[in-house]
């Protein structure tokens, strides 16, 4: 079966800077979907990312990207210029590309952004 | 945003008692989960659906029962419910090839 693990329970970063969170996966599949999700304390999932494993390049959304390293299983995200409202648990997820299979999600990291 | 709605948000039940928590989905989404999620254990997958009628278990699926009896909805009952089951629930519907989409989530308190 499938694992995720996030080894940063916690991180911080200040207002302006640049913070990378830190994703590492367990599988035997050679084609599957990556992902970082972004829980606000509103409490509502956001997908803030997503990244083919088939794809070399690295996936990008505005201030947000991924470090998708397949060989070494890591899929790092990096968020620049940090904002306030960037303070929130962030998932990273993993899914087989095989129908009938959920997602399966790290533990998280809180991340918080210092004014 | 997703089409996607839980209900009910909030829920407050004795020990013992039958709960049903509802997802409704408007994109025609195949696949549908129910994750609960509990300070430091993430989410974990309770069960999900693939299809009408087919679903399957996930790691935390002991207690609780689901059914999807069409594509829009998929229904999760807490058979008699336990204080270990107090906890946020999140549904969350996807396509094969998307991420997933999560609703507002419901919490639940059992006393």
């Known amino acids: 079966a499938q694992t995720v693990t996030q080894s940063q329970p916690e991180m911080s970063v200040q207002e302006a800077e640049t913070v990378t969170l830190s994703c590492t996966y367990d599988t035997s599949e050679s084609d599957y979907y990556l992902f970082w999700y972004k829980q606000p304390p509103s409490r509502q999932m956001i997908l803030v990312i997503r990244?083919?494993?088939?794809?070399?390049q690295n996936a990008t959304e505005n201030r947000f990207s991924v470090n998708f390293q397949k060989a070494a299983k890591s899929f790092s995200l990096k968020i620049s210029d940090s904002q306030l409202g960037d303070a929130a648990m962030y998932f990273c997820a993993y899914r087989s590309p095989r129908g009938n299979t959920p997602l399966v999600f790290g533990k998280g990291t809180r991340l918080s952004v210092i004014a | 945003d997703a089409g996607i709605t839980q209900s009910p948000r909030h829920k407050v039940t004795e020990t013992g008692t039958p709960v049903t928590l509802r997802c409704h989905q408007t994109?025609?989404?195949?696949?549908m989960y129910w994750y609960r999620q509990d300070p430091g254990h993430g989410l974990r997958l309770i069960h999900y659906?693939?299809?009408?009628?087919?679903?399957d278990k996930g790691e935390v699926s002991d207690g609780y029962s689901v059914s999807r009896s069409k594509t829009e909805d998929f229904l999760l009952t807490l058979e008699s419910a336990t204080s270990s089951q107090t906890s946020v629930y999140f549904c969350a519907i996807s396509d094969i090839t998307g991420g997933a989409f999560f609703g507002q989530g419901t919490r639940l308190t059992v006393v």
């Open positions: 659906s693939y299809g009408v009628k087919d679903t």
């Open positions: 994109e025609n989404h195949r696949y």
């Open positions: 990244q083919e494993a088939y794809k070399q």
